[in-house]
């Protein structure tokens, strides 16, 4: 079970989870009308390193006097937090109108996912008073969040922080996962 703190801090931080973000799919303009499609996820995680973020809030919004502006973040990686139960059907994605493979809970593909044994998932259960049902992260599911959006949002959508320690868990496994050796 992941230890999780609810108070929040004015800052975006490393293991925070907020509610309703807001992904932009792609942006499209044809014949001066432009369309754009827009993906709304009920919880994310934020990826990005800490101490990247606390430097960029220094800079950006500390009025701490600086020569220049290379700590600050164009952008934050997040990724979301699917239902564990929805995940082993398959069915995370039906409102994208995608269809996931389908992982049997019941046997060593569940087990495994639930050990964090799964190179790809990360598994999350939080305590009984945080009304988040166990999820999982894929890390292949990753994305960018512009950083002032992200704090703007977080004033009303934050749900809990991570603590360090599981962040940490979350954070190596993430960088394991990108790292590895792409085979056919």
């Given at each position: 079970m992941a230890k999780v703190r609810t108070q929040n801090v004015s800052r975006v931080c490393q293991g925070d989870i907020l509610r309703d973000v807001e992904h932009i799919e792609y942006v499209h303009e044809r014949n001066g009308i432009i369309e754009v499609s827009k993906v709304v996820f009920p919880l994310v995680v934020v990826l990005t390193q800490d101490c990247d973020l606390e430097q960029d809030y220094r800079v950006r919004w500390s009025r701490q006097k600086t020569n220049s502006d290379d700590k600050k973040l164009f952008s934050v990686l997040v990724a979301p937090l699917y239902n564990?139960?929805?995940?082993?059907?398959?069915?995370?994605?039906?409102?994208?109108?995608?269809?996931?493979?389908?992982?049997?809970?019941?046997?060593?593909?569940?087990?495994?996912?639930?050990k964090n044994e799964t190179p790809r998932y990360h598994y999350l259960t939080f305590p009984d008073d945080m009304q988040i049902v166990p999820s999982v992260i894929d890390f292949k599911h990753y994305f960018s969040v512009n950083i002032t959006y992200l704090k703007r949002l977080k004033a009303e959508q934050f749900v809990c922080k991570i603590a360090e320690l599981y962040r940490e868990d979350i954070s190596q496994r993430f960088a394991s996962f990108l790292s590895r050796v792409g085979l056919p």
């Amino acid at each position: 079970m992941a230890k999780v703190r609810t108070q929040n801090v004015s800052r975006v931080c490393q293991g925070d989870i907020l509610r309703d973000v807001e992904h932009i799919e792609y942006v499209h303009e044809r014949n001066g009308i432009i369309e754009v499609s827009k993906v709304v996820f009920p919880l994310v995680v934020v990826l990005t390193q800490d101490c990247d973020l606390e430097q960029d809030y220094r800079v950006r919004w500390s009025r701490q006097k600086t020569n220049s502006d290379d700590k600050k973040l164009f952008s934050v990686l997040v990724a979301p937090l699917y239902n564990v139960e929805h995940m082993y059907s398959g069915e995370h994605l039906t409102d994208l109108g995608l269809k996931m493979q389908t992982i049997n809970k019941n046997k060593s593909p569940g087990e495994n996912l639930r050990k964090n044994e799964t190179p790809r998932y990360h598994y999350l259960t939080f305590p009984d008073d945080m009304q988040i049902v166990p999820s999982v992260i894929d890390f292949k599911h990753y994305f960018s969040v512009n950083i002032t959006y992200l704090k703007r949002l977080k004033a009303e959508q934050f749900v809990c922080k991570i603590a360090e320690l599981y962040r940490e868990d979350i954070s190596q496994r993430f960088a394991s996962f990108l790292s590895r050796v792409g085979l056919p």
